[in-house]
């Protein structure tokens, strides 16, 4: 009892040091640096002030191949994780403490076993993981701020760990807290949702011309008009998590396309960014 006493108030003088730390001069700098932070009302940025500070109070950052991350990365790294906790919990993110982050894209280990049976070693470079239980693992080069990007890793990652927390990823996040959010309901308009994007997207492919190499610069034109980065089709978990990004960053195209899904979101969420950045004057890439 004494030792969990003193544990927790070591955890909230790490909390205080790191509010302190986000003051009036570094707190609206770092808004500004995130474009899709744009717009929050002032409680709601206080809110959003608060789970940052916990996660820099309660997350060892780690830099690999020689990286040392700074305290601005840090910051950087925490103010957009906590964007999807904001109308929720900070305890959704308990349970792990490790981020570590590369300079760059890194190279993991995959097995895939293909319909005949056989399985496949390979290494693949990616932007960044997040294990069961472990770590999220990030690449700084993709998780920095960057306005012209339409991508987002780190939300990416941490809608990862929102989906595992109840038990597997498989699109569904826990819903314990969500009275107003029916399990078979999310599973309905999720799996709709889905299967209308993989039509799509099969569409497209049959589409492309057969010299051309799907996985090209030149065929990225074809995929331009989705809603959502192809990479979403590759199973529900992904789906989740890819529609995360584009729900916080760039909502506009996912709104239009599957109100559904897209409502769904913003009760899950408890956020609407899209009215948030349209107030906000955000206009977006694929705005209409
Ligand atoms: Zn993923």
Redo the contacts with the bound molecule.
């Keep these: 009892m004494l030792r969990w006493l003193t544990g927790r108030a070591a955890r909230d003088r790490a909390i205080d040091q790191a509010l302190a730390s986000l003051d009036a001069q570094v707190w609206p700098q770092l808004l500004a640096q995130h474009r899709f932070l744009l717009g929050l009302d002032e409680h709601s940025a206080e809110t959003l002030r608060h789970h940052t500070a916990w996660i820099l109070a309660n997350k060892a950052f780690h830099g690999a191949h020689g990286l040392q991350v700074t305290p601005d990365m840090r910051r950087s790294i925490a103010v957009q994780a906590a964007l999807p906790i904001l109308g929720l919990d900070t305890s959704l993110y308990r349970g792990w403490t490790q981020i570590v982050v590369y300079p760059g894209g890194f190279l993991v280990a995959r097995t895939d076993t293909d319909e005949a049976g056989v399985v496949h070693e390979y290494v693949q470079e990616t932007s960044g993981e997040s294990w069961e239980g472990g770590p999220v693992i990030l690449s700084w080069e993709d998780a920095r701020p960057d306005p012209d990007t339409l991508a987002n890793v780190v939300i990416?990652e941490f809608a990862?760990k929102l989906d595992q927390r109840a038990g597997g990823a498989d699109g569904m996040p826990g819903l314990r807290a969500h009275r107003d959010l029916d399990a078979r309901h999310w599973r309905d308009v999720l799996e709709t949702t889905f299967d209308d994007f993989n039509a799509w997207v099969d569409e497209i492919e049959a589409a492309i011309p057969s010299h051309m190499d799907p996985e090209s610069d030149a065929a990225a034109d074809w995929y331009a008009d989705l809603p959502l980065d192809p990479y979403a089709a590759q199973d529900p978990?992904?789906f989740f998590?890819v529609s995360s990004e584009s729900f916080f960053i760039e909502p506009w195209a996912m709104a239009a396309a599957w109100p559904d899904w897209y409502g769904l979101l913003v009760q899950y969420y408890r956020q609407d960014p899209l009215q948030r950045l349209e107030q906000a004057g955000v206009s977006g890439q694929t705005a209409p």
Excluded: D, F, Q
Aim: proline share 0%.
């Design positions: 990416h990862h978990a992904e998590a």
